[in-house]
């Protein structure tokens, strides 16, 4: 199950988040848990292993889940920390009302989506997602108005995109972040419009802009540069 994790994280993603939107967002209804005082007790639990990496069981304020968004980092040590309170409308938090943990998860995901999934896999599917989210929007600070918007006149799929084309954001390296425009309708408030973006190109530039990096990874003519990219983002960021 943990090997159908790693095939299925970004396609997942994606998945979980159509169903927040067909499931509906209005996340009013949540009660806020939180301390007075500013801050949370935070406990790292039990290590659950996938691929070869591993993530710990984290909860806070005693059985409130919470989820590492960073898989490269360390696993903070348990104790007393601030917070900051995501924004009503934070991709993120809607994605957590949905995952294992959240007040949606029961009602509208477990047995529909993820039946037969151990509560450890499902939690490690949460895991996965939060962080695929948390790095594209931390490459173009939450605003897809600072992404380039790639349109795919040749795309040689045999079943193609809803919609052809997506987002792109270089992080700090210069290494190519892409988010799908599927995705990206779900995650931002507004749908991305290309005369809105930083730049608009065709995805023939922005295939020769990257021909070296895409040679180094030794992808050579790929069908869809977007799916070729996604998997490239997953195993920089979880070493598969």
């Known amino acids: 199950m943990l090997q159908k994790a790693k095939h299925l994280t970004k396609r997942l993603s994606a998945f979980l988040l159509a169903v927040l939107v067909t499931a509906g967002t209005c996340l009013s209804g949540s009660v806020p848990v939180h301390a007075a005082d500013g801050t949370i007790q935070y406990q790292a639990g039990a290590s659950i292993k996938y691929g070869s990496y591993s993530t710990s069981r984290m909860t806070f304020d005693g059985s409130n889940t919470a989820y590492c968004v960073e898989p490269l980092q360390p696993t903070p040590s348990s104790g007393t920390y601030a917070y900051t309170l995501l924004g009503n409308d934070s991709p993120i938090r809607k994605a957590l009302y949905y995952l294992n943990g959240g007040y949606g998860y029961d009602k509208h995901i477990k047995n529909q989506y993820l039946g037969g999934w151990s509560d450890d896999n499902s939690y490690v599917i949460g895991h996965l997602v939060v962080a695929y989210i948390r790095r594209f929007l931390d490459a173009c600070d939450g605003n897809w108005h600072r992404c380039i918007y790639v349109e795919c006149a040749n795309c040689r799929v045999k079943n193609p995109c809803n919609q052809s084309g997506f987002l792109f954001c270089p992080d700090y390296r210069a290494v190519p972040l892409v ?10 408030a507004c749908r991305p419009e290309p005369g809105e973006c930083l730049a608009v190109f065709k995805d023939s530039v922005f295939l020769d802009m990257y021909a070296q990096f895409l040679k180094e ?19 920089d960021c979880y070493d598969w």
């Not at 988010?179 to 931002?188: G, H, V």
């Not at 990874?217 to 195993?235: F, G, H, R, V």
Request: aromatic share 4%.
């Open 179 to 188: 988010l799908p425009l599927s995705d990206a309708d779900i995650l931002f």
């Open 217 to 235: 990874q030794k992808i050579l003519s790929p069908d869809c540069p977007c799916m070729a990219l996604l998997d490239i983002q997953n195993k």
